[in-house]
């Protein structure tokens, strides 16, 4: 039996695999022991009351599902009253998950939501702000070390960057993260898409534009995973397009400590617990006794180039 | 939540709308898990031009655990044209007689019912459920009333059967385009039931004349409630109607496009009245079953 238990910094988390924020309810509990999660991270919460977005908000791509929810929320207490308490009660570490429109509220939502029951705060920095002409915060790197540093300063809770893939320099925004404070990054989110029904010429999403997920999407956030490792020391949970053992020890080796999984639910509501069993095959087959040791462990031939060049020169 | 999955007499729904004052307690499930089942095709047939009969086995016991009114999410399988990604919600036709065995009745139109159209007898396939609450069919009813259009026969028709293994006596109106639409036989399955057909081709399935018809059933005799699904114009028509007839209820299974069918994902809410407090539920979760009295209409909204 393999070793499936890894740490993200201060935590330790009986098996990487998580549910991603937006893709994990309560209901889930019908289909799967959630005292078998790695840990339980719950849809986001805004502190301003939202109805979300107009329907249809989902549509359907080649392999993956463009969405449009727009994070509902009845802000912080009926969320501290009525939400949480279901999922405080597993033996599994629960993250809240928070998007704010603005800085200070950001900081001062993540200050509300350090309570006890609560094991890290995941700060959805991939959402619109509002000061900067609706650009997510995680989009540039000054805008990331503004928030993440505001939120630092108010928590002493472990905290998680939700970056996006949206941005156009990982790099630099993951760099930008961890020097403001955060203590592990989730990269990634919904890639920004769009939609068009040909017959009514509408937008198949009724907010126009939406996230796509799913394994369309998962080279993209791969390779961000593995960009963000080459650039931070803080763990990194890997976020995008995972549905089987094979993508998540994938995303281990690209860099990621642990992985979310989110709209493969939406396909099977078991497939979180089929990639826990099929880590531990996976393991046995591949020689693996801790799962942790994979992480960053890609086979890298950096002097590839120089080799190839010498090699080409010998061709006509 | 408690009560809707507790054992109930054979021949009765579980009584799933007794929603009260809050979305709270809406949340009823009559399921006890909701699982990944991986089935066997036993029949696949086209019934006429439109609409596909598919019968499924799996090893768990289906037809104990679907109610009336229920779906499942259906993984539709690729093809060389068609890569549906996204399950298909799509509700029971009917389960039994042996304990896997449940059946389903499709209108083939988008790319992932011409998907499934494709499955071969003897080919497996997935489905997830049972999903969402059901038709409220009381032991007291005398008599109760179908309004049926397109693909909400195949939701109502497992009702039917429930109902009259209960002695409750059955009102059907049954509205197709043309005749050779009408599937009657595959609605009632053997059902002894006062039925009135209409069709769009003699103009007799008009709203207007449709109220008409309902209006006189109504007068003529008490029903308990009146049920519906399959088309927006009969439903909000209805809605109007029962206005008139306090003593008889109404319930509606309504669609909408969903992503997880389990409540989670949020992307099938519409806007319902509960008790003057305007709210979105989920219809996966919250429904697919809901008062007629709670609709808002909705044009644009898909």
Not at chain 1, 47 to 65: H, L
Not at chain 1, 136 to 149: I, N, S
Not at chain 1, 182 to 204: E, F, H, Q, W, Y
Not at chain 2, 85 to 109: D, H, I, K, Q
Request: hydrophobic share 40%; aromatic share 6%.
């Amino acid at each position: 039996m393999a070793d499936l238990s890894v740490r993200v910094g201060e935590l330790g988390l009986r098996n990487p695999v998580m549910p991603a924020s937006g893709c994990f309810a309560i209901e889930y509990a019908e289909a799967l022991d959630l005292n078998n999660l790695g840990a339980l991270v719950i849809k986001s919460v805004s502190p301003k009351c939202r109805a979300g977005n107009p329907t249809p908000r989902v549509a359907e791509t080649y392999s993956g599902m463009l969405n449009s929810i727009g994070i509902p929320s009845k802000g912080l207490a009926y969320y501290r009253e009525s939400v949480l308490p279901a999922y405080t009660r597993y033996d599994t570490p629960v993250v809240v998950s928070i998007s704010a429109d603005t800085v200070d509220e950001f900081a001062d939502a993540v200050a509300e939501m350090s309570l006890p029951e609560v094991a890290v705060i995941e700060a959805n920095i991939s959402c619109p702000n509002l000061e900067a002409d609706g650009m997510a915060f995680a989009m540039t790197p000054e805008t990331t070390y503004k928030v993440v540093g505001a939120i630092r300063r108010r928590t002493s809770h472990p905290f998680w960057a939700k970056l996006t893939p949206n941005a156009s320099h990982i790099a630099a925004v993951a760099k930008a993260a961890e020097e403001a404070g955060a203590d592990a990054l989730v990269m990634g989110n919904t890639v920004l898409g769009m939609s068009i029904d040909v017959r009514t010429r509408k937008p198949k999403l009724g907010n126009v534009m939406g996230g796509l997920s799913g394994p369309a999407i998962k080279p993209i956030v791969l390779r961000m995973v593995h960009q963000c490792y080459r650039s931070v020391r803080i763990p990194i949970i890997g976020c995008g397009g995972i549905s089987s053992a094979e993508d998540a020890v994938e995303f281990m080796l690209a860099g990621a400590s642990a992985v979310q999984v989110g709209t493969a639910s939406f396909i099977d509501p078991g497939a979180m617990q089929k990639i826990i069993d099929g880590l531990e095959s996976l393991c046995q087959e591949i020689g693996v006794e801790n799962i942790r040791e994979l992480t960053g462990q890609v086979k890298l031939d950096r002097q590839l180039s120089d080799r190839w060049l010498r090699f080409a020169q010998q061709s006509g | 939540m408690q009560a809707s999955i507790e054992k109930q007499s054979p021949g009765f729904a579980p009584v799933a709308l007794k929603c009260s004052s809050t979305a709270q307690h809406c949340f009823q499930r009559n399921a006890y898990s909701v699982a990944s089942h991986r089935c066997e095709v036993r029949e696949h047939r086209w019934v006429n031009d439109r609409y596909k009969y598919l019968k499924l086995t799996a090893k768990a016991d289906l037809a104990a655990a679907t109610k009336p009114g229920q779906f499942y999410q259906l993984k539709c399988p690729s093809t060389h044209d068609l890569s549906p990604f996204l399950l298909r919600p799509m509700s029971v036709y009917g389960v039994g007689p042996e304990a896997g065995t449940v059946e389903f009745l499709y209108n083939v139109t988008g790319a992932g019912t011409h998907a499934l159209s494709h499955l071969e007898v003897g080919g497996q396939m997935d489905i997830v459920g049972p999903l969402g609450n059901t038709f409220g069919l009381e032991p007291g009813f005398q008599r109760i009333m179908v309004v049926a259009r397109g693909v909400g026969l195949a939701t109502m028709a497992p009702l039917l059967q429930h109902a009259a293994k209960a002695g409750i006596r059955i009102t059907s109106v049954m509205s197709a385009r043309t005749p050779k639409d009408l599937m009657r036989d595959e609605f009632l399955r053997g059902v002894d039931a006062d039925v009135h057909c209409v069709f769009d081709s003699d103009g007799s399935s008009s709203v207007e004349a449709m109220e008409q018809l309902v209006r006189r059933l109504l007068g003529a005799e008490h029903h308990d409630v009146v049920y519906t699904c399959g088309s927006h114009r009969i439903l909000m028509r209805l809605q109007q109607l029962l206005k008139d007839f306090p003593g008889t209820r109404g319930e509606v299974a309504m669609e909408q496009r969903m992503a997880c069918g389990m409540g989670v994902c949020l992307s099938c809410v519409r806007l319902f009245d509960k008790d003057g407090d305007k709210q979105f539920l989920r219809v996966c979760r919250e429904g697919p079953v809901f008062p007629i009295s709670d609709v808002v209409g909705e044009v644009e909204f898909g």
